[in-house]
């Protein structure tokens, strides 16, 4: 059952087909065969009771307030960076150990308002800081489709518990790539939302200024459906924008009567396939993306982009010629940030607790050396060096110029064309433990992804093929402009469904 779609498990729990208890027992069950470390924390106990109640006033029936539920029963796996009350939440870190926190991620309340059914917390990089989940206080995660390889980072729990059947949908989080990397990896897709469109209050902050929460699925119809779930409203994150929705049911904010009310965004899973988008549609290319890319990928990728062209869309390649300093700027921004957003971790407030000192400055020092792993204390000592007097000019506040650059870049392109692609990931998966001893091997890795962040604009990442005797998974990379989300995922909607014919067609 772990193999159908959200939007088929809501259908089949509504309709009676599918008991929600057997559905969930399965994704355990999968999860301890499986065997990849893709959860740190289960949340067994739980998840079955909620389902069995899901299944006992189902059958019940008069229940039109389940009948509504956008998710009724779909089992989903969350990232370890985001709050769940109750749960304990580590962002993969030691120094997060046994903290539970006592309220519940906006993006959480929206899933639990619609019926979703938790079923733990996945595994990543510590602190969201990597590229392959190697990084992980709990150990690293497998991918899948050879486990002898990296699923990508940091959301590779995530992105592994979809593509192993440990759940149907996820939710990751994507500070310069984290969402798409490791959905181009396993083979599935990720979309990493405007800045600005989904709520951020109780996602453990890692670079703020850069990261959004986004869907996972194995569709993009079901990626469209997680969407539209987690963008609501929510006044706690004053960096949220707020839009009207445009899709005319309400204009107020926040009134829980009616479970439209609140949706931030617009673009609901039901106009997807509306109308065929490709026809007319303008592709830009941007040929940096291609630069340091492998053979077997580039093939993948240009294969996608003919078959849009084939459909009606037409390309054109265009030069970014800022692209260059993209990871540079990203890496400081990234690394300043996070120096500044990590300093509250002292084991006073949060998690690890451990000896008593003469002073508070020996404990807090202590604790952050035993709970911090290596890669977050390099990136704390060069945020603070790039924060410091006398060198704040030289690198934080350029970066910052170059990002105006970067973004200004990417505004122009989205002027002349509908939608931009390109590789999302380099290469395929990587061998586990190949990159994790040379730091900038793995930041090198970003070159795609990073660059997207900066800008703000939305990306997704849609399955294109497979390398390597058809083993490893290679992702496209789809980027619109600001809040144009329904615009990458109808096109990826459309690519997926002709992408499939054409595999009949060989087959
Ligand atoms: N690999 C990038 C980093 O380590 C991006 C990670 C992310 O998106 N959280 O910063």
Redesign the pocket.
Known sequence: MLKLTAIEVVAGIKSGAISCEELVSQAYEQIAKNDLNSYITLNKENALETARDVDKRRRGRGEEELERKKLLGVPIAIKDSISTMGIQTTCASNILTGYVPPYDATVIEALKREGAIIIGKTNM?EF????STETSYYGATKNPHDTTRVPG??SGGSAVAVSAGEAILALG??????IR?PASFCGIVGLKPTYGLVSRYGLIA??NSL?QIGPMAATVADTALLLEVISVKDDRDSTQVKLKNNGGTNTDTDTDTNTNTNTNYCCSWLNLSEINELDGMRIGVPVEFFEGCSREVEKSVWAAIHVFEDSGATYEEISMQNLKYALASY?II?MSEASSNLARFDGLRYGLRSGTDEDWHTTFSRIRAEGFGAEVKRRIILGTYSLSAGYYGRYYLKALKVRTLIKAEFEKALKTHDILMMPTMPFVAFKLGERIKDPLS??LA?IN??SI?LAGVPSISVPCGYVSSDTLPVGLQIVGKHFEEDRILKAAFEYEKLRIKSRKNTL
């Open positions: 990089d969201c800081m990597g590229t980072g940091s989080s994507d500070t310069g790539g984290s990397c890692y670079g990261e890496y990234a793995l930041y970003d992804t990073v962040n």
